[in-house]
């Protein structure tokens, strides 16, 4: 059974009892926290190996919990699963942005974020090999976990970091969408996840990298490659 301690910020108590109720099934450890004040301190103190995070929150609003978190040298390694509204899509872009590591919008199944739950904290235990990746100006240390573009270091989310890598390993191959959520978020085909997941972190990603953005390909019909000699 699962033993990681995650954190759920959410005022709205059905919610916040029903995503509580299933992931202790699960065997996790739950704390909870109904207002962003109280959540943001719990999440500095016990430092959980995830957080659950509602945008629309009383006194201290989900962006700016994860704007604080992410630039904070003690918190900054938290993975966040923010949970939406249908229809925020600038909220999402902009969690996103702030180093949010995925989302989940109202209202959600609780399989699907258990899913979601489980792939996040999975790609976090992986260790990776002690290998240097380059192309370009673009460096990708997997064993630092780290991303320079011209000797500067880049911060990406734990996803943008997968994806990434992901695609300088298949060394020039297309890549679906739906193998990148599979070997990126671990997502079951049969949970119906929005392949735009995938658009919107390449994206993201292609402005972070900057002058090596252009490497990040769209095929048309087909998804995504990562030109090593641009």
């Given at each position: ?150 000797s500067k270091p880049v911060h990406l989310t734990s996803k943008e970091y997968e994806l990434l890598r992901t695609l300088i390993q298949a060394r020039g191959r297309v890549l679906s969408r739906e193998h990148l ?50």
């Open positions: 059974m699962a033993q990681e301690k995650i954190l759920i910020i959410e005022d709205e108590k059905n919610i916040l009892e029903l995503v509580k109720y299933n992931l202790e099934r699960e065997g996790y450890r739950v704390s909870t926290a109904a207002s962003g004040d109280l959540g943001l301190e719990k999440a500095r103190r016990e430092k959980p190996a995830l957080l659950i995070l509602d945008l629309m929150l009383p006194e201290l609003g989900g962006l700016e919990i994860c704007k604080i978190l992410k630039n904070n040298e003690d918190t900054c390694h938290i993975p966040i699963i923010m949970l939406t509204a249908k229809g925020e899509e600038i909220d999402k872009v902009l969690g996103l942005e702030l180093g949010a590591d995925d989302y989940v919008t109202k209202p959600f199944s609780p399989k699907e974020l258990i899913a979601r739950v489980k792939a996040v904290l999975r790609r976090r235990e992986e260790k990776p090999l002690g290998t240097l990746l380059k192309s370009g100006t673009l460096e990708l240390d997997l064993d630092k976990y780290m991303i320079r573009v011209k959520l599979d070997q990126v978020w671990g997502y079951d085909p049969s949970f119906n996840i929005e392949t735009r997941t995938v658009d919107m972190h390449i994206g993201q990603l292609r402005k972070k990298i900057k002058s090596e953005g252009h490497r990040i390909v769209t095929v048309k019909n087909a998804g995504y490659r990562f030109d090593l000699d641009a």
